[in-house]
């Protein structure tokens, strides 16, 4: 059971432009969620955060904006750049679930220069 | 200020043989994650621990598999007696306090089973 969803795979986008990444998620009781960023044969790599008592949070050119009613995150990458071409993955946890990390299958994005 | 530590990076084994995987913590990190990546999915916890406990093995086979944080020296990831679908790349992450309120989880390269 897939508690934690991204449902596109591949995402490109020009260089300088936006890049949105969509994650879905089944469990309302998840109320922390991060998105890693990886590239290959590297693990992955703390991005951003957000907790369920905020529905946005900005760090430099990344934004996490969060839709409880929803259970939808995204990340807004802006402006993109040729170096954030990476897997990305959003996880979530809960409080009642104790420290374990449910993370979505990643998006690759890939910015063309 | 070196991060978190997996060796080796890359491992072969045949089938029926045995898997250790290494992870040493980021400095002053106490609490040690496991996860697998199987091909074309995400990351699946596997376990928790801390210093000489195991906190969290929900995501663990029943068989086979073990994990160990011992006092001294890094976590190990025990795989007996593998078959092909072993085969994956196992991460091992750290965080300075309990992940899950607030603190990030830090991940190392991982290690890369392969079985045949």
């Known amino acids: 059971d897939q508690q934690v969803k991204q449902n596109s795979p591949s995402l490109s986008v020009q260089e300088g432009r936006i890049s949105i990444l969509n994650c879905d998620y089944t469990?309302?009781?998840?109320?922390?969620f991060l998105w890693y960023k990886k590239y290959p044969a590297e693990g992955p790599t703390f991005l951003i955060s957000i907790s369920s008592i905020k529905d946005k949070n900005e760090d430099g050119r990344f934004t996490v904006f969060l839709n409880k009613s929803a259970k939808h995150l995204s990340l807004h990458i802006v402006p993109s750049q040729p170096g954030d071409s990476a897997v990305y993955f959003c996880a979530a946890s809960a409080t009642n679930t104790g420290n374990q990390f449910y993370f979505g299958t990643g998006t690759s994005l890939t910015v063309i220069p | 200020n070196a991060g978190v530590m997996q060796n080796p990076r890359h491992l072969v084994r045949r089938r029926g043989q045995e898997a250790r995987l290494r992870c040493s913590p980021m400095?002053?990190?106490?609490?040690v994650y496991w996860y697998r990546q199987l091909p074309e999915e995400g990351l699946k916890f596997m376990v928790y621990l801390q210093k000489e406990n195991i906190i969290d093995e929900s995501g663990m086979p029943k068989e086979r598999f073990s994990a160990e944080f011992p006092k001294e020296g890094p976590s190990i990831l025990r795989i007996q007696q593998v078959v092909r679908g072993d085969s994956a790349a196992y991460f091992c992450?750290?965080?300075?306090?309990?992940?899950?309120?607030?603190?990030?989880?830090?991940f190392g390269p991982g290690t890369r089973l392969t079985v045949t």
């Open positions: 992450a750290s965080s300075f306090l309990s992940s899950g309120r607030g603190y990030e989880q830090y």
């Open positions: 400095k002053g990190h106490s609490h």
């Open positions: 469990n309302s009781m998840f109320d922390y």
